[in-house]
C-alpha cells in the first residue's frame, strides 16, 4: 500500500464507465526516454513508494539511469502475481500450510494467511510419456501420473480449497506458460484496493526459468527461487538492481520455409555470444510490429537460455489482437489499449528509447536451424546439419569411416570454454569422463522385433521424436506447418522409421482443437505421433523409457545415438539416460528428423524415401508452403475453442474432482508421507521477536571454493541410495526404484536436509582429495570424515552454532529456495564468502543466516584460514537497536584439531544485509517469520 506520493503521480483514467485510479510515469523526469522494462518498473515504484523499502531517491535513480553504468542501484519490485508450477509450487504451499498452524499456536486466525498477491500454480511437470503411439497413450499416462503422485495432488487440492487467491489448474491441462499467455496473464491488471480500483501493468515472478515466456505479451515478469516465491505471494517486495537493457532491433520478415524456431534459435546464438548475464533485453523497431505473438512469445521464452533477465516485447495491436483471440473481455481489451497509450507504454516505432547497448537482426536472414548435440545455443545451420553431425560424433564415439556409413551423429566442440552453469559443469565432466573412456569402432547393430522383423541401429539413429515444451508446443505457426507436413508425408507413402519413440505433448488443449478442425490429427496419428500429455515430458527428461529393444541395443553396443526435440533445453544427459546427443529443432523438422531415421542425414541430398510409384521422396517434396500454413491458421483457430477450454481450467476431470481432498484451514499432514511433510521452521515461535545474539564457539561446517552453485548446495537429481537421503528413504520403506528425485520431494524436509551439501561433485576443503556431501566431525575424537548432515546432528545436538567458509561467486546457478532452507536447517548461522549471487545472498537473510563477506581482496586462504578453528562473530546484536551494522568483527582460534603453531584470526566482515526490509527479516529469524508476526 502506497503511503507516500511524492511527485504527485496519482491520477484517474476513464476507460467506458470504469474510472481507473493510476500513477503516472511521466510526472517523473527522465522518463520518456526509458526503455519499455524500466517504465514499467518506474510505475511499479511509484505505486508502492513507503519512504522506507521505497524511496524517492530510489524513483529520481530510476528516471536518471544511465544506461552504459553497472548496475548499483538496488530497487524493490513487488509483482502483481505469482505463477508456479508444481514441482517448485509444492514447498511453497507447504510452507503457507505451516504457517496456518504457526498462527493458530500463537493464537491467531489461520485464516489470516493467505497470498496477498494472487497465485497460481499450473500442475505440467509430472507427467511422463511412458506410453506413446498409439490410442490409450494419453489416457495410461495420466492413470501411471495420478499413482505416482497422489500424495502432492491430495496436498495441492487442499491449497486450492483453502488459500484465498490461490488457483491450481489440474493435471492434463497444458504447460504452465502456455496457460499464462493464453489464460492467466492480463497485460494491465486492476484490482480493488481501498473502495478504488487502480489499474497497474501485470508483473509476476514465477517459481520457473522459463517464466519469461510472458513476456511476448508485454508483460515483465522472470524465474526466481521458492523462498522469493513465498515472500512475493505475501506482499513481499523483490530486491534487484536496476539493470542494463539491451536493444534488440528486429527489422525485415521472415522468409518462406523458416519458422519461428528458426528464428529463437539464431537470436539465442547472438546473445550468448553477446552476453546479456544480468541484463534485460528489449525487441524494439519496425521488424516488431510482423512479428506474431505466438513467436514473441517463443522468444521471449528463450530468455534463460541466452542468459538474460527478461526478453521483453512492448505492448501493441498484435497483443490487443491475441488477447482478443484467446478470450479475454472487450472491456480488458479496452483497458489494455487505454492505459499503454496513456503511459507510453504503447509500441511506437519512430520514439526510439535509449539502450545500454545494441544488436539487430534483418529476419529475412534467418535460415533454417537446429542447434546440438548439448546446449540450446550450439546452432547448426540445417544444410550442414550432417558434416556436423560426422565431426560432432568423434567426440561420443569412435567411428571407422572406412567401415560404415553413419546413421547419426552429434557434436562436442572440444575447445568448449568452460561455462559458469550447473549444466556446463555437468557438461565438462562427461566430456571428460567420455574422452578417458574405452571406444568401440562403430558397427552396425542388428535389432530384431518380436514379429520376426529387423532392422540395422547405428550411431546418430534418432531415438527420440518428440514435439515438446512450452518453447514451441503452442505456437500455431510450427505446430501447423508440422501437421500438413505430416500430412503431405503420409500421402506419398513415408513412415517413421520403427526405432523412433514418436511423441506429442502439446502445450495447450487449444491444439488438440485446431488439429482436430484442421484433420490433420488422423495424419500425424499415421506417423505414430499420438498425444501422450498436456505437459512437459521430453524437454524436462520425462520423455520416458526408449523402444525396449533400441535400449538394449544401444547400452549393448555402446551407440551415441539422438533425440530430436521441439524444446528448449538438450543438455547432457538431461533428456534420456541412453541418448548421448540431443538436438532442438522445430516441430516440422522433428517430423522430418523421425522419417529420416538418422542424424546422418542431409535434407537436400538424402530421400526420405519412394512413393508408390517409386519415386524418391525428399523434404522439399512434403514441406508447407508458408501460404497454406497461415490459411489453415486463419479456418481452424477460432475465440471458441479459447472460451471452452478454459471456462472451466480450475476444475479439472473426474480424476481430480475425486480425489480424497483433506479439508478444514489447516492441513491434515500425513505421519507415512515421503512427500509433504510439516518443516519445522516455527517451531517454538513466539510472538515477540528473539533478540538477534552474536555468534559464539561456531565450528566451520565446510571450506568451499569459488563458484559454489546452488546445484552444488541442494542437488536436485537423483538420491543415492548410500546417502543419507537414500537411507531415510530406505527405512521408511521405500524401494530403490520409487526413489524418485529430489525436485519431487522437495515438499519433505527430511529428504531435502540431507540433501543439502550433499552433491557427488562438492569439494570440501576441510578433507583432501574427498568429493561429495563429507565433513570433518570435530564433535568426535580426532574429527573423522562424516556426512555433512551427520556432523550437524551431531553439533545441534551440543548447541555447537556452526559456519561456512566460501570463495567467489558463491550460490551461482538456478536459484534455489532449497539451497538456503536446508542451509538454516543444517545449523549454520552465518555465511562468509568473497562474493555472493545476488539471489541467494537474499535466500539466505529470508532464512535467518547472516551473509558476510571477508574483507574486500582477502580470502581465507590469504587470511590463513583452514576450517578447524572456532569462530565466534561479534557485532550482530546492534541489529536490535534497528542499526544494521556495516561491519562485524570476526575471531577465528585454534583449535585442538588445528595444526601445531597456529595463531588467531581477527578480521571485520562486511555485512550483507542491503535493504531496511532485509535487516527486518534478519531479525525475526526469516522472512516467513517477519510476515507471521505482522499479520497476528
Keep these: 500500500m502506497s503511503a507516500v506520493n511524492s511527485f504527485g503521480a496519482k491520477d484517474t483514467l476513464q476507460v467506458g464507465d470504469t474510472s481507473y485510479e493510476i500513477f503516472r510515469i511521466d510526472t517523473v523526469p527522465g522518463h520518456e526516454k526509458l526503455p519499455f522494462s524500466l517504465k514499467v518498473l518506474l510505475e511499479n515504484l511509484l505505486r508502492t513508494e513507503d519512504g522506507a523499502n521505497v524511496t524517492k531517491e530510489q524513483i529520481e535513480a530510476l528516471g536518471s539511469w544511465v544506461p552504459t553504468a553497472d548496475p548499483d542501484t538496488e530497487i524493490q519490485f513487488t509483482p502483481a502475481r505469482v505463477v508456479m508450477q508444481d514441482f517448485t509450487g509444492v514447498p511453497c504451499i507447504v510452507d503457507l500450510a505451516t504457517m496456518r498452524e504457526a498462527v493458530v499456536a500463537l493464537g491467531g486466525d489461520p485464516n489470516r494467511i493467505n497470498p496477498l ?15 506413446f503411439g498409439t490410442e490409450n497413450a494419453l489416457e495410461r499416462n495420466v492413470e501411471i501420473e495420478y499413482e505416482r503422485n497422489g500424495e502432492r495432488y491430495q496436498f495441492l487440492r487442499w491449497g486450492q480449497t483453502a488459500f484465498d487467491d490461490f488457483k491450481v489448474v489440474p493435471p492434463g491441462t497444458g504447460i504452465v506458460h502456455q496457460v499464462n499467455i493464453e489464460h492467466l496473464a492480463k497485460v494491465i491488471y486492476h484490482r480493488d484496493v481501498d473502495g478504488v480500483t487502480r489499474a497497474y501493468p501485470d508483473t509476476c515472478v514465477g517459481t520457473d526459468s522459463h517464466t519469461t515466456m510472458v513476456n511476448g505479451l508485454g508483460v515483465l515478469g522472470w524465474g526466481v527461487g521458492g523462498i522469493e516465491a513465498e515472500a512475493a505471494m505475501l506482499g513481499q517486495p523483490v530486491s534487484m538492481l536496476i539493470p542494463k537493457v539491451v536493444g534488440f532491433k528486429l527489422s525485415g520478415a521472415i522468409p518462406a520455409g523458416v519458422t519461428a524456431t528458426d528464428v529463437v534459435l539464431t537470436i539465442t546464438d547472438m546473445l550468448r555470444k553477446h552476453g546479456v548475464v544480468g541484463k534485460f533485453v528489449e525487441f524494439y523497431g519496425t521488424g516488431v510490429a510482423s512479428v506474431p505473438l505466438a513467436n514473441r512469445a517463443t522468444i521471449g521464452n528463450m530468455s534463460p537460455e541466452f542468459g538474460s533477465t527478461a526478453a521483453m516485447f512492448p505492448i501493441d495491436g498484435v497483443t490487443i489482437d491475441y488477447l482478443r483471440l484467446t478470450g479475454r473481455s472487450e472491456e480488458q481489451l479496452a483497458l489494455v489499449e487505454a492505459y499503454a497509450k496513456e503511459q507510453k507504454l504503447w509500441h511506437d516505432a519512430d520514439n526510439e528509447a535509449v539502450y545500454s547497448e545494441y544488436l539487430e537482426l534483418d529476419l529475412a536472414t534467418v535460415v533454417p536451424s537446429i542447434a546440438g548435440p548439448k546446449r540450446p545455443q550450439d546452432r547448426i545451420v540445417l544444410s550442414e546439419a550432417k558434416s556436423q553431425f560426422e565431426s560432432d560424433l568423434t567426440n561420443y564415439a569412435d567411428v571407422d569411416h ?37 571406444k568401440t569402432a562403430s558397427k552396425p547393430t542388428s535389432v530384431e522385433l518380436a514379429d520376426g522383423t529387423a532392422y540395422t541401429l547405428d550411431h546418430g ?22 501437421g500438413l507436413l505430416a500430412r503431405n508425408a503420409v500421402k506419398r507413402g513415408l513412415k517413421a522409421k520403427p526405432w523412433v519413440k514418436t511423441t506429442l505433448a502439446p502445450g495447450s488443449k487449444v491444439v488438440t482443437d485446431y488439429y482436430e478442425k484442421a484433420g490433420l490429427t488422423q495424419d500425424l496419428e499415421d506417423l505414430g505421433f499420438y498425444t501422450v500429455g498436456y505437459g512437459c515430458t ?25 533425440a530430436v526435440l521441439s524444446g528448449n533445453r538438450n543438455f547432457e544427459g538431461r533428456i534420456n539416460p541412453d541418448v548421448k546427443m540431443n538436438y532442438l529443432a522445430s516441430p516440422p523438422l522433428v517430423i522430418a528428423y523421425s522419417l529420416a531415421g538418422t542424424m546422418n542425414f542431409d535434407f537436400e541430398n538424402d530421400p526420405l524415401g519412394t512413393d508408390s510409384e517409386g519415386n524418391e521422396v525428399y523434404l522439399k517434396d512434403i514441406w508447407p508452403d508458408a501460404s497454406e500454413v497461415q490459411a489453415t491458421i486463419d479456418s481452424s483457430i477460432d475465440k471458441d475453442m479459447f472460451d471452452q477450454q478454459y471456462s472451466s481450467v480450475f476444475e479439472g476431470d473426474e480424476r481430480w474432482r475425486t480425489l480424497p481432498t483433506p479439508t478444514g484451514a489447516t492441513f491434515e499432514w500425513d505421519a507415512e508421507s515421503t512427500y509433504v511433510r510439516k518443516p519445522p521452521y516455527f517451531d517454538g515461535m513466539t510472538i515477540e521477536t ?64 540431507r540433501g543439502t551439501f550433499a552433491n557427488i561433485r562438492l569439494r570440501n576443503q576441510l578433507l583432501d582429495g574427498v568429493e561429495g556431501g563429507y565433513t570433518r566431525d570435530f564433535t568426535q575424537e580426532g574429527g573423522p570424515q562424516s556426512f555433512i548432515y551427520d556432523s550437524s546432528m551431531n553439533y545441534q545436538a551440543q548447541g555447537i552454532p556452526l559456519v561456512i567458509f566460501g570463495g567467489k561467486e558463491y550460490g551461482s546457478g538456478s536459484s534455489r529456495d532449497w539451497a538456503a532452507k536446508g542451509t538454516s536447517l543444517l545449523g549454520v548461522k552465518a555465511v562468509i564468502t568473497e562474493s555472493f549471487e545476488r539471489i541467494h545472498r537474499s535466500n539466505l537473510i529470508g532464512m535467518g543466516v547472516v551473509p558476510l563477506q571477508f574483507p574486500a581482496g582477502e580470502s581465507a586462504d590469504s587470511l590463513g584460514l583452514d576450517g578447524t578453528e572456532v569462530v565466534s562473530i561479534s557485532g550482530l546484536e546492534q541489529l536490535n537497536e534497528g542499526v544494521t551494522p556495516k561491519t562485524v568483527r570476526v575471531t577465528a582460534e585454534p583449535s585442538e584439531f588445528s595444526p601445531e603453531g597456529k595463531q588467531t584470526v581477527e578480521f571485520d566482515a562486511v555485512v550483507r544485509i542491503d535493504t531496511p526490509g532485509e535487516a527486518d527479516y534478519y531479525r525475526n529469524g526469516g522472512i516467513l517469520q517477519y510476515v507471521l508476526r505482522s499479520l497476528v
Design 117 to 131: 498477491s494472487p497465485a497460481e500454480m499450473v500442475i505440467d511437470h509430472s507427467v511422463i510419456a511412458d506410453l
Design 461 to 482: 539413429a534418432v531415438t527420440i521424436a518428440a514435439i515438446t515444451s512450452c518453447t514451441n508446443t503452442s505456437n500455431p505457426s510450427v505446430m501447423l506447418a508440422a
Design 538 to 562: 521430453t524437454c524436462i527428461g520425462n520423455s520416458g523409457p526408449l523402444i525396449e529393444e533400441v535400449s538394449a541395443a544401444v547400452q549393448q553396443n555402446d551407440l551415441a545415438v539422438t
Design 402 to 438: 572406412d567401415l560404415v556409413d553413419l546413421e547419426i551423429a552429434e557434436s562436442f566442440p572440444a575447445s568448449d570454454p568452460p561455462g559458469n552453469s550447473p549444466e556446463d559443469e555437468h557438461n565438462q565432466h562427461m566430456h571428460h569422463h567420455r574422452s578417458h573412456a574405452p
Design 690 to 753: 528473539t533478540p538477534v545474539s552474536d555468534i559464539v564457539g561456531a565450528r566451520v561446517l565446510a571450506r568451499l571454493g569459488d563458484s559454489v552453485t546452488t546445484d552444488h548446495i541442494s542437488p536436485a537429481g537423483s538420491i543415492k541410495a548410500d546417502s543419507p537421503a537414500g537411507r531415510y528413504l530406505t527405512e521408511h520403506g521405500v524401494d530403490r526404484k520409487d526413489f524418485n528425485s529430489y525436485g519431487s520431494r522437495r515438499g519433505n524436509h527430511e529428504v531435502m536436509i
